[in-house]
């Protein structure tokens, strides 16, 4: 018989040996997860004995771990502004550093129950949209993306949350010009912005198994923000907000495209890491 404890020593060798980050954290929450125990309990009862079926999917899943699959995808949820998102190989994983838009959002309207309607171009989970309609209990929305597999995901995290009645999910590609949407207070948007040129420097994790479609554009990776910003003034309520997620050192360039689209209070803010990653702008 394998306990606990032997099974999670065993797993942590496993993801040492595999070069993963920070193993000991990642086979805990495997364990967890594949035990449907509390993560505290792998180390306050280390002891128990597993059953032979419990040690066999925690042994499945670590080699998927030891494969380099993102966490997320192993366990399929992703925790993003203290609200549990699933996610599948068809969605980003939200990221922390996403949420400095949530928190430009919040700074901007202060009103909480404002009725304010919400557009976000390439919703993926829809971890921006639905977090931000926790939030304001009156807001209405509609995410929008060309992956079918997406929108899937985004409804189910939609209904998981309690705010299916106050959005819709729908495919629409930016590239197609401007969709039948308009008169939105608030937009926003991460799009893909890795350049193409830096595929190979990506983690493992990253290139091999997020979708590319929501990692790449352009030699730059500007080339989705050239698209979408002429597109802001149909789409936008006179006086409403754009909130863009950019990738490090693309800030000021993003804010120079907004400026040149007449749009003005352009402001640039940091994540945690101080870089300038969420930029926002009024029409
Ligand atoms: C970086 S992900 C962001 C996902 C999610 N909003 C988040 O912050 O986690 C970009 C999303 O844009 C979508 N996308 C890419 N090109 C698009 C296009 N031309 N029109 C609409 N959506 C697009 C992708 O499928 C992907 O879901």
């Given at each position: 018989m394998t306990t606990t404890g032997e099974a999670f020593e065993e797993s942590v060798q496993a993801l040492s040996r595999a070069g993963v980050d920070d193993p000991r954290l990642d086979a805990r929450l495997i364990a967890a997860f594949a035990l449907n125990r509390a993560p505290e309990h792998i180390f306050g009862f280390?002891?128990?004995?597993?059953?032979?079926?419990?040690?066999?999917?925690?042994?499945?899943?670590?080699?998927?771990?030891?494969?380099?699959?993102?966490?997320?995808?192993?366990?399929?949820?992703?925790?993003?502004?203290?609200?549990?998102?699933?996610?599948?190989?068809?969605?980003?994983?939200?990221?922390?550093?996403?949420?400095?838009?949530?928190?430009?959002?919040?700074?901007?309207?202060?009103?909480?129950?404002?009725?304010?309607?919400?557009?976000?171009?390439?919703?993926?989970?829809?971890?921006?949209?639905?977090?931000?309609?926790?939030?304001?209990?009156?807001?209405?929305?509609?995410?929008?993306?060309?992956?079918?597999?997406?929108?899937?995901?985004?409804?189910?995290?939609?209904?998981?949350?309690?705010?299916?009645?106050?959005?819709?999910?729908?495919?629409?590609?930016?590239?197609?010009?401007?969709?039948?949407?308009?008169?939105?207070?608030?937009?926003?948007?991460?799009?893909?912005?890795?350049?193409?040129?830096?595929r190979d420097s990506l983690q493992h994790e990253v290139r091999q198994y997020e979708p590319h479609g929501a990692l790449f554009a352009g030699p730059q990776g500007l080339s989705e923000y050239s698209t979408i910003v002429p597109l802001l003034p149909d789409l936008l309520k006179e006086g409403g907000w754009v909130f863009f997620e950019v990738g490090a050192g693309q800030a000021e360039t993003v804010a120079e495209m907004l400026r040149g689209a007449g749009m003005y209070s352009i402001s640039i803010s940091p994540d945690l890491a101080g870089i300038g990653r969420c930029v926002s702008a009024k029409l």
């Open positions: 280390p002891e128990v004995e597993l059953e032979a079926d419990e040690i066999r999917l925690l042994r499945t899943l670590v080699a998927r771990r030891v494969a380099r699959e993102p966490l997320a995808l192993i366990t399929g949820e992703k925790e993003f502004w203290s609200l549990r998102f699933v996610v599948t190989s068809a969605t980003l994983i939200p990221r922390p550093d996403s949420e400095t838009l949530i928190e430009a959002v919040i700074r901007t309207f202060p009103d909480k129950a404002a009725p304010v309607k919400i557009l976000d171009l390439g919703t993926g989970s829809g971890c921006l949209l639905l977090s931000l309609l926790h939030e304001y209990e009156n807001a209405r929305g509609i995410g929008t993306d060309i992956s079918e597999q997406a929108l899937i995901v985004a409804r189910t995290n939609a209904k998981r949350l309690e705010l299916e009645g106050r959005v819709e999910f729908v495919y629409a590609n930016w590239n197609d010009g401007a969709c039948n949407f308009a008169d939105f207070h608030i937009i926003l948007c991460n799009p893909p912005y890795i350049p193409e040129g830096d």
